[in-house]
Nanobody, 117 residues
Framework: QVQLVESGGGLVQAGGSLRLSCAASGSISSINFMGWYRQAPGKQRELVAGVVTNGGSTNYADSVKGRFTISRDNAKNTLYLQMDSLKPEDTAVYYC??????????WGQGTQVTVSS
């Protein structure tokens, strides 16, 4: 079992920045992927950014490349998403996600990000 607690969402003006955090606990050693998804009203949940724990390779949605940065602090078992140059279309509920080497997914509770124009 893995538990995820997110923080850092909020309201920001277009062009501003926010940093999301996701603290993981439990069976940390079984995690092989960590990522951030988002879901806007009326839309499907989409992968925003992800990192493979073994090797550290990252991937980003085209819509956020160059603006968002995913990172980890292994000592704190925490995943981050630095979001810069935010746009109104980035408004969504953001979810932390991890997958274990057994294929089991775990989700955070979600945090609202609202970008005003």
């Amino acid at each position: 079992q893995v538990q995820l607690v997110e923080s850092g969402g909020g309201l920001v003006q277009a062009g501003g920045s926010l940093r999301l955090s996701c603290a993981a606990s439990g069976s940390i050693s079984s995690i092989n992927f960590m990522g951030w998804y988002r879901q806007a009203p009326g839309k499907q949940r989409e992968l925003v950014a992800g990192v493979v724990t073994n090797g550290g390779s990252t991937n980003y949605a085209d819509s956020v490349k160059g603006r968002f940065t995913i990172s980890r602090d292994n000592a704190k078992n925490t995943l981050y998403l630095q979001m810069d140059s935010l746009k109104p279309e980035d408004t969504a509920v953001y979810y932390c996600n991890v997958r274990t080497r057994y294929g089991m997914p775990y989700w955070g509770q979600g945090t609202q990000v609202t970008v005003s124009s």
